[in-house]
Structures are given as structure tokens and as C-alpha cells.
């Protein structure tokens, strides 16, 4: 008597962030894949599984603050029951135009430190993680002390360091010092991930056309940041694509020897910063 037919898992691939980064990566990842979208806005999330679903995507939306550690459990739990965790991509974030700092500190530190901590014990062999971090991120300025307790400290100890406290209530200065923090926690996971045959890894966009670009560019430091994109040679914003690009490539086969590292998506304008730039 012949068995039963072996039904395969499905390959699961996780999006945090529903916004137009989130939902490009989504659209490129997701494809023959379970796709989990992850969002805070319900209203948000239910506009983008609405949009995936209608373009043909099995996509399963869920409502995630990834500021409360319970919240991002849950989504491991189910993204790791549902298939094999192929793929998961943090994008989720709040710039200074969008929030206070602590509210920053808060969405950008922390809720990175969550996901990277919920979803390293569902890694599989092949699992790959990008963190969606920013070029502000290589203008921080801290010594090698303070990034080493920064990379490392647990959670619950990050936000009365001393080097985050200092921030104060400074918007710009909170976000630069939270992308410094998600490069160095990345750095300080590739071991663990390393040893479960998985692998993490961070991408810095620069400007890119998305809704919050939109709101920095109607910001006060907006016409500054335009200015910029044009000393620099680049000329333009990123798109949305272009990250996407990116992440498949830090998720794909092409990198299975690249962990523990950030890759700067930004059209130049860190480089221009660095050795062209007249302070």
C-alpha cells in the first residue's frame, strides 16, 4: 500500500513594517513563500495584506509592537509554526520628524534588540536576517566602550546607558545613536546566529522616497539633506526597489559567506561626507 504523500513545509518569510520599504521587500521575498507582514497600525497593515493578497501573495498580516517583547514572541512563534523561517527582515521604524526621541530610542533600539532576540532561537540552517538600519547610523560618535556595552548590554539595561541617556531629548541625536546601535547588536549576533548555520546582517539606506523621507524633507533639516543628495553626485533619492534589491541579495544565495555586517545603500553620500565634504 503506497504512504501517504510527504507535504512539504513552505518556505516563511517575515516583513516588519508595512510601509513602502516594508512592502517592497515584501513583494520581493514573498513570492511561493508564506509571507507574515508585521505592523503597529492596524489600519496600515490591513491596507498592505489587502494590496499583497489582490497581487496574488499568501501573506498573513499581524498587529506587532516590536517596543513590547511579548508582541514580537508571539510573531516568531507563529512565523517558525507556519514553515521553514527562510527569511526575516526588520524594517520597522521612527525617525525624528516622526517621533520624540524617546519614542525613537524606544521603536529603533529596543524593538531591533527584540526582534534580533525573539526570532535567533527559530533560526534554521539557511535562515537570514537583515535589519533595515540607516547611513545616519555611520556618523555616530562613540568610543569603542561605549559601543561594546551598547552591542551587548540586555535589553531591559539599553535605554539608562549613559551614552543613550545623553541624548536627551534631542530627536536627530536619538535617531543617529539607535542605527549605530542596530549595526553593533547585528555585529554582536552573527555568532549566535552563525552557529545555528543562520545569518544576520544590516543594509543603511540613505534617502530613499518613502513617506518617511517625505515627512524629513518637510522637516526643518529637510532642504539640508536635498542639498546634500546633490553635492554628493547622487542627484536623487533612493526607491524603495533599490533596498529591496538589497535585502534579496543579504537574504539570498549569493551571500551565504557574508554576516555580522552592514551594507550602505545611500547613492555615495556617506562617502562624499567622509572625504569631500567641507565642515
Request: charged share 20%; with cysteine.
Amino acid at each position: 500500500m503506497a504512504g501517504s504523500p510527504v507535504t512539504e513545509r513552505r518556505d516563511v518569510v517575515v516583513v516588519t513594517g508595512a510601509g513602502g520599504m516594508g512592502t517592497a521587500v515584501a513583494r520581493r521575498l514573498g513570492s511561493g513563500r508564506t509571507l507574515f507582514l508585521a505592523e503597529a497600525s492596524r489600519d496600515q497593515l490591513d491596507r498592505a495584506v489587502d494590496a499583497l493578497r489582490a497581487e496574488g501573495y499568501e501573506v498573513e498580516g499581524m498587529v506587532v509592537d516590536v517596543c513590547d517583547r511579548a508582541s514580537v514572541q508571539r510573531l516568531a512563534e507563529a512565523a517558525s509554526d507556519a514553515g521553514r523561517l527562510t527569511a526575516v527582515v526588520h524594517t520597522a521604524g521612527v525617525s525624528a520628524a516622526m517621533a520624540s526621541a524617546r519614542t525613537i530610542l524606544e521603536v529603533n533600539i529596543l524593538g531591533t534588540v527584540h526582534v534580533l532576540d525573539a526570532f535567533e532561537p527559530v533560526a534554521v540552517r539557511g535562515t537570514a536576517m537583515v535589519c533595515v538600519s540607516s547611513m545616519a547610523g555611520h556618523y555616530a560618535s562613540l568610543t569603542r566602550e561605549q559601543e561594546a556595552v551598547l552591542a551587548t548590554a540586555p535589553a531591559e539595561e539599553l535605554l539608562g546607558l549613559d551614552a543613550v541617556a545623553a541624548v536627551g531629548d534631542d530627536g536627530i541625536m536619538a535617531y543617529i545613536l539607535s542605527k549605530r546601535a542596530n549595526h553593533v547588536r547585528v555585529e554582536a549576533a552573527a555568532l549566535a546566529w552563525s552557529r545555528r548555520g543562520a545569518r544576520v546582517n544590516s543594509v543603511s539606506p540613505g534617502v530613499v522616497s518613502t513617506a518617511m523621507a517625505k515627512a524629513e524633507a518637510d522637516s526643518e533639516s529637510g532642504e539640508h539633506m536635498l542639498k546634500m543628495l546633490e553635492a554628493c553626485g547622487a542627484g536623487r533619492a533612493g526607491t524603495p526597489e533599490e533596498i529591496a534589491s538589497a535585502v534579496a541579495y543579504l537574504t539570498g544565495s549569493e551571500s551565504l559567506y557574508v554576516n555580522g555586517t552592514d551594507l550602505l545603500v545611500d547613492g555615495g553620500q556617506a562617502a562624499w561626507i567622509r572625504r569631500h565634504r567641507i565642515a
